[in-house]
Structure formats: C-alpha cells, structure tokens
C-alpha cells in the first residue's frame, strides 16, 4: 500500500528541489498530501481546536442526537446512501464575511476562526504558487485564475462526526471529489475515519498533530489539464471518539471563468478537442449541487455541451 504524502514545508529553505518534487508527486499523483512546519503556530491550532470541541459540546451535540432520532437512525438495518453521520456549520469569510450572522459563536471563538481564516488564506496563496513554480506558470497565475471581479469565494465547514452505533450501514461523509480550487484541512489530531481513493484502494490520511491536509479540486484540475486531478474522498464514521474537521475551501469566484492555462495544453490536444471545457465557475457550482456524490467526468461533460451551444469569450 502506497504511504500517504507528508511533506515539511520548512525544508523549502534548505531542501527546495527534493520538497519541491515532493509537491509534484504529491499533486500528480495523490490529489492530496498533509503538510507540517506551514507557518501556522502549533498553540495557536491547539485554541481553535478546543474552543471547536467546546462549541459543538455546548450548541451542536445534544441537536445532533435529536436528529438521529427523528430520522431513525440509531440501530440501523439497511444501509443509508442519502444522508451523512455529521454535524456541520458553514463560515464564510470572503468576498464578505458572514461570522456575525452566526448563531451560539462566542466572541472569542468568532474572533479566533477570523484570525485563522486570515492564516489559512495566506497559506493556500503560497501553496498555489509553489505549484505555478511546479507547473512553469508564471508566479500569481492560479491567483490570477481565480480572481473573479471580486477576488477569490472563501469559506469554511466545521464538522463534527460523532460515535456512529452502525458505521458499516452509514458514511461520516459519502465518496465525492471537490468541486472548488485548493482545501486546507485542520482534523483531529486523534480521530481518524478520512481516507482517499488511490490506485482503487482507499487510503487512510493519517490524523497528525498540528497537520494541514491539503486536497486539490475539479477546478485546479481544469486548469492543470489535468496534470493534478481531484481525488475520491470519504470519511468513515467511528464507534468510539467524536472527530473534529475544519475544512477551508480557497475557491474562485463566482463570476471566474474557469479553462486550460494556454501554457498547459499541448498543439495535438487542442486540434482533437480534448480539453477540458471553459465555464463559469458558478454554473459549475449549480451543476455540482446536484451531482456533488457522483464522479465528476459528466459534470465535466456537461460543461462542455453547455460551451458548444453556448461559448464563452475571453479577452
């Protein structure tokens, strides 16, 4: 079984080209790596962990269990394909914050999560550049790609996955890839349950102490040409241990539109037609709210049809 990529961001000071091959490989081949020593202070990851626990302990607990039993779920016989075992709460953060807007958020935890998304921003800006460096794209064009007229869309998903009594009848998280650009996970550093699809083999992505896991979506491929792709992943619900995961999504905006960088497509591709389709990415958006957990080529393929009656110019 192939080892799930770690890689030390501190070793692009001394180490660059062995790091900077990691990344490729990583992004290659996997779609996903964990990454340590990213610039975010290790006490700092341990407050929002724990004022994480602590608000689902207070707000969201006792509201998960009232909705397990009204669905019924508790000693399940048939397997559910329709649903997940998670408790989840959705921040935006740009192009406008919706933090205010959120119930049962202590001050200091809408304070902390601000602060952290301010972080995780910084770090996905970075990462999107070393891969321009990876990919021989001029520095900023990922950036540049996702831009939009008001920059980039950023949000984050704080999820809970409690003891699940039937894990084997439900998913913490059915298979799906993501639909957006670059994802920054911080999961619990104890409880396991997240695992990839790699080679047809589902991988388990180690829980690591102050880790970033890092997973590319359908965007990032588009825009590679599909030199990085986006990757299956789910999450196993567990018997024992509520999981915690604090998933950042650095997406383009609403109004990008989303094709091939002209540097990554190669003369006989274009003469085939073989390229990935041009779109809007809200319109792909529309598409993957239907379509989120089933596999992403016809969503591709629709996107195509719908440039072929329907094109888009760009200057």
Same mark, same amino acid.
């Given at each position: 079984? %192939? $080892?799930? !990529?770690?890689?030390?961001?501190?070793?692009? /000071?001394?180490?660059?080209?062995? =790091?900077? *091959?990691? +990344? #490729?490989?990583?992004?290659?081949?996997?779609?996903?790596?964990?990454?340590?020593?990213?610039?975010?202070?290790?006490?700092?990851?341990?407050?929002?962990?724990?004022?994480?626990?602590?608000?689902?302990?207070?707000?969201?607990?006792?509201?998960?269990?009232?909705?397990?039993?009204?669905?019924?779920?508790?000693?399940?016989?048939?397997?559910?394909?329709?649903?997940?075992?998670?408790?989840?709460?959705?921040?935006?953060?740009?192009?406008?914050?919706?933090?205010?807007?959120?119930?049962?958020?202590?001050?200091?935890?809408?304070?902390?999560?601000?602060?952290?998304?301010?972080?995780?921003?910084?770090?996905?800006?970075?990462?999107?550049?070393?891969?321009?460096?990876?990919?021989?794209?001029?520095?900023?064009?990922?950036?540049?790609?996702?831009?939009? %007229? $008001?920059? !980039?869309?950023?949000?984050?998903?704080?999820? /809970?996955?409690?003891?699940?009594? =039937?894990? *084997?009848? +439900? #998913?913490?998280?059915?298979?799906?890839?993501?639909?957006?650009?670059?994802?920054?996970?911080?999961?619990?550093?104890?409880?396991?349950?997240?695992?990839?699809?790699?080679?047809?083999?589902?991988?388990?992505?180690?829980?690591?102490?102050?880790?970033?896991?890092?997973?590319?979506?359908?965007?990032?491929?588009?825009?590679?040409?599909?030199?990085?792709?986006?990757?299956?992943?789910?999450?196993?619900?567990?018997?024992?241990?509520?999981?915690?995961?604090?998933?950042?999504?650095?997406?383009?905006?609403?109004?990008?539109?989303?094709?091939?960088?002209?540097?990554?497509?190669?003369?006989?591709?274009?003469?085939?037609?073989?390229?990935?389709?041009?779109?809007?990415?809200?319109?792909?958006?529309?598409?993957?709210?239907?379509?989120?957990?089933?596999?992403?080529?016809?969503?591709?393929?629709?996107?195509?049809?719908?440039?072929?009656?329907?094109?888009?110019?760009?200057?």
């Amino acid at each position: 079984m %192939a $080892k799930f !990529p770690v890689i030390n961001l501190e070793k692009l /000071n001394g180490e660059r080209a062995v =790091t900077m *091959d990691l +990344i #490729k490989d990583a992004c290659e081949n996997w779609g996903f790596f964990e990454v340590l020593n990213h610039g975010i202070p290790y006490d700092f990851m341990d407050r929002v962990e724990s004022l994480t626990k602590e608000h689902y302990k207070k707000c969201m607990e006792q509201r998960f269990k009232e909705l397990v039993a009204s669905k019924a779920l508790e000693g399940l016989q048939a397997e559910v394909t329709d649903m997940d075992w998670e408790s989840t709460f959705y921040l935006r953060h740009l192009p406008e914050s919706n933090m205010a807007e959120i119930p049962d958020l202590t001050d200091e935890y809408r304070k902390v999560m601000k602060e952290f998304a301010l972080k995780l921003e910084k770090l996905a800006e970075e990462l999107l550049d070393l891969f321009c460096e990876n990919l021989g794209l001029e520095k900023g064009y990922l950036k540049k790609a996702f831009y939009g %007229a $008001k920059g !980039p869309t950023f949000g984050t998903k704080v999820s /809970n996955y409690p003891p699940c009594p =039937t894990p *084997d009848k +439900i #998913k913490g998280l059915r298979a799906h890839t993501d639909a957006g650009g670059i994802i920054l996970l911080f999961q619990d550093p104890q409880v396991g349950g997240l695992q990839v699809l790699k080679d047809g083999e589902w991988v388990d992505v180690p829980p690591l102490r102050h880790s970033i896991v890092i997973n590319l979506g359908d965007q990032l491929e588009v825009i590679t040409n599909g030199k990085y792709k986006s990757v299956e992943h789910r999450v196993i619900a567990q018997t024992d241990g509520a999981r915690m995961s604090i998933a950042s999504f650095y997406n383009p905006g609403s109004d990008a539109i989303i094709y091939p960088a002209p540097a990554l497509v190669e003369k006989e591709e274009e003469e085939k037609k073989g390229l990935y389709p041009k779109f809007v990415f809200e319109d792909y958006m529309k598409l993957y709210a239907v379509l989120k957990f089933q596999a992403k080529e016809p969503r591709f393929e629709a996107m195509k049809a719908r440039e072929a009656t329907a094109p888009i110019v760009t200057a």
